[in-house]
């Protein structure tokens, strides 16, 4: 069946630019989360989305960065005016519901370089 | 609020020997842990998890981890190693009323012939 799916698998941009990046969870599922891999800082959570609604944006690096849910399927994540320590993979992940014990499933990510 | 450690950024085995990857936790409230694998320029994909349920759990590929609570530890271990297992492992957390994974450092695997 089909997976979590991103686009675009690479992005590269120059500094000061806006991105988008998107992502298709698996069909149903309702939960779904956004989060950063970086040389330095490795794993980190960014945000999730219950439904179309974000409760918790508190791990956000900052106000550059905001993400939106449409239909309680496709989330995209932008990051306006681009610096180079933006520069990472974005993985997103979605799970049958909020549940700590449900397998958040992972799409292959987004690789995205700042010049 | 809850960590992940994981001791060994690197592993290295020969094939046909044990594989154990070490993950130790922190957790003020009963831990869910779970193992990914990622392979080159892909996503994370679930190995094992542990929800509370039997504490030695057994996953894909051979795997399985024990889940050892006055060692606050969930190490993973495959009996035999494979040349197909090379691939960087993430040790998670996540508990009761918070879902949001928190990752280790992650364990790049080795495996010489």
């Known amino acids: 069946g089909a997976g979590v799916s991103q686009s675009p698998s690479n992005k590269v941009t120059e500094k000061g630019k806006d991105v988008e990046l998107r992502c298709d969870p698996i069909s149903g599922h309702t939960a779904l989360y956004w989060y950063r891999q970086s040389l330095g800082q490795g794993l980190e959570f960014l945000i999730y989305f219950q439904g179309n609604s974000a409760p918790d944006k508190s791990g956000l690096p900052s106000d550059r960065f905001s993400a939106e849910r449409t239909g309680g399927s496709v989330s995209t994540l932008t990051i306006q005016r681009t610096q180079q320590e933006d520069s990472a993979v974005y993985l997103c992940?979605?799970?049958?519901?909020?549940?700590?014990?449900?397998?958040?499933?992972f799409g292959p990510g987004t690789r995205l370089t700042v010049l | 609020a809850q960590s992940v450690t994981q001791l060994g950024s690197h592993v290295s085995v020969s094939e046909g020997a044990l594989v154990l990857l070490r993950c130790n936790y922190s957790?003020?409230?009963?831990?869910?842990l779970f193992w990914y694998v990622q392979y080159p320029n892909q996503g994370l994909q679930l190995l094992l998890k542990?929800?509370?349920?039997?504490?030695l759990v057994k996953g894909i590929n051979g795997f399985e981890a024990e889940f050892k609570k006055s060692e606050t530890s969930f190490h993973l271990t495959k009996p035999s190693a494979h040349m197909s297992d090379a691939a960087e492992y993430f040790c998670?957390?996540?508990?009761?009323?918070?879902?949001?994974?928190?990752f280790g450092k992650g364990t790049m695997l080795l495996v010489s012939p």
């Open positions: 542990y929800t509370s349920a039997a504490t």
């Open positions: 998670a957390v996540s508990s009761t009323g918070y879902s949001t994974l928190t």
């Open positions: 957790s003020s409230v009963p831990p869910y």
């Open positions: 992940a979605s799970s049958s519901s909020l549940a700590s014990t449900d397998t958040q499933y």
